[in-house]
């Protein structure tokens, strides 16, 4: 395998990762801040089932872009980690943080 084969399937499995991140990842995490915020004493249920699905949409906006504009994509991944951790624990626990 030349370096240059090498590169570009280095480059090809990094984009594949970007693409899931964006999708998949984007998802996962509007998903768990959704279920997350819904669960706040904040609003009534209505109202608060509505606004975390509008700021679980923005949220996965937000991840789709950060997966291409991050560095790496490592680095990309690990943030979508780090962001998913709050909400898993707040939901790990029963909603009982709010």
Known sequence: MTALTALRSRLHLELISRILLAALGGY???ALYAASLSLLPVLSRPDRVMTATMLAFVLWCVVAIWA???RRAVHAWLLCLACAVPSAL?????GHLG
Do not use: D, E, M, P
């Not at 707040?90 to 029963?94: A, I, R, T, W």
């Open 90 to 94: 707040h939901l790990y626990l029963g």
């Open 68 to 70: 291409f504009c991050a």
């Open 28 to 30: 996962v995490l509007s």
